[in-house]
């Protein structure tokens, strides 16, 4: 009878402090999630976007986008000398489009942040110096219209193209509208005739008059590129949906 009481006395003692051991790492487990929060809070992982922006060509194109205030203020007096400082800024933004591309190619940096902010830089810029050329009366206000509506036509239609999976390259035809578009805009910016050295000697170089053509070119491959991108778009509808007849 001693022996059982003693065995019973002792099964009691043991399942007690199973119970008070048990309380006990519940209630450490309690703080430790507690201090895992707060520090989680204080000490947060950054997020994937957040890793990815902090390579150089991202931060290329946000410089990009910082110079078209600067761009800008220097053009909008049509000074003759700020004039030449504004091209100069958007010729600085038109090399480091080209650099930033390349760099993200070169080492394998092509991100989604780099997918968002690369073209609306561009587009940003670009129509920044169009407006301002119509505020400066350098270039009609439709050629303007045209060229900015067919950014946003093609825009359009890449984004509806990439909804329903379908990959259409850039073509030929909108590389030469980009580089004379481009060419324009610095010409315009100059706006003034200014002495030039050519191959054959100094020569006086209206670049209003040479600005204006090479923009009146860009809007006419504008037009003919953003005819081809619908074209090509309608083509690959076409053949996706014979695929699909013949699966």
């Known amino acids: 009878m001693t022996t059982e009481r003693e065995t019973k006395q002792k099964l009691k003692q043991e399942a007690r402090a199973r ?3 048990e309380k006990q790492r519940k209630k450490e487990e309690k703080v430790a999630r507690k201090v895992a929060k707060k520090a989680a809070r204080n000490g947060r992982a950054p997020s994937v976007l957040l890793q990815e922006f902090w390579n150089l060509p991202n931060m290329l194109t946000v410089a990009r986008i910082f110079m078209i205030p600067l761009f800008v203020w220097l053009l909008y007096d049509g000074d003759p000398w700020f004039s030449v400082m504004a091209a100069s800024v958007f010729t600085i933004a038109a090399v480091t489009d080209v650099v930033d ?3 993200a190619r070169r080492w394998n940096m092509i991100t989604v942040t780099g997918k968002l902010l690369d073209p609306m830089a561009d587009k940003l810029i670009v129509a920044a110096a169009l407006i301002m050329m119509v505020r400066l009366g350098r270039v009609p206000a439709w050629i303007v219209i045209v060229l900015l509506s067919r950014e946003f036509i093609v825009n359009g239609l890449r984004q509806v193209a990439a909804s329903e999976g ?4 850039a073509g030929q035809e909108g590389k030469w509208k980009t580089a004379l578009q481009l060419a324009g805009i610095i010409a315009l910016c100059i706006h003034y005739t200014h002495p030039v050295f050519l191959l054959v000697g100094t020569w006086d170089v209206n670049f209003n008059v040479v600005g204006k053509v090479l923009i009146y070119l860009s809007t006419a491959f504008s037009a003919w590129s953003a ?10 509808l076409g053949q996706r949906g014979q695929e699909q007849k013949s699966a």
């Open 101 to 103: 591309g390349f760099l």
């Open 166 to 169: 379908l990959v259409i390259a």
């Open 227 to 236: 005819g081809a991108y619908f074209q090509a778009f309608l083509n690959r």
């Open 19 to 21: 119970k008070r051991e």
